[in-house]
């Protein structure tokens, strides 16, 4: 089983920029479709971008052009890149793994991470 580990995230006022990492052990992720999703309380998870092992991505409509999904297969670790944050992306962040296609879907995934907060102040 993949473990997965999100770090990066904090507090960043709007308009900023914040780069989340999700650290992989016990599977090399470059062949792996990965993914980013988001929840607040309340409501379920909402998927925002995925890349499978061919580099294949997909986002979200409403984070095209803010948010940036990557792996460094280096340091096996999933990255996210979010510029423009507003405070509406304020939300608990998960990574995860197992999708067959890149896809936005949470119950296409097998594995999560715990999630880490960002919140951004206006």
């Known amino acids: 089983q993949v473990h997965l580990v999100e770090t990066g995230g904090g507090s960043v006022q709007a308009g900023g920029s914040l780069r989340l990492s999700c650290a992989a052990s016990?599977?090399?992720?470059?062949?792996?479709?990965m993914g980013w999703f988001r929840q607040v309380p309340g409501k379920g998870r909402e998927g925002l971008a995925s890349?499978?092992?061919?580099?294949?991505?997909q986002y979200a409509d409403f984070v095209v052009g803010r948010f940036t999904i990557s792996k460094g297969n280096t340091k096996n670790t999933l990255y996210l890149r979010m510029d423009g944050l507003k405070a509406e992306d304020t939300a608990m962040y998960s990574c995860?793994?197992?999708?067959?296609?890149?896809?936005?879907?949470?119950?296409?995934?097998?594995?999560w991470g715990q999630g880490i907060q960002v919140t951004v102040s206006s």
């Open positions: 995860a793994a197992g999708c067959a296609v890149p896809t936005l879907w949470e119950s296409d995934y097998r594995n």
């Open positions: 016990g599977y090399t992720i470059s062949r792996l479709c």
């Open positions: 890349i499978d092992g061919s580099g294949y991505i």
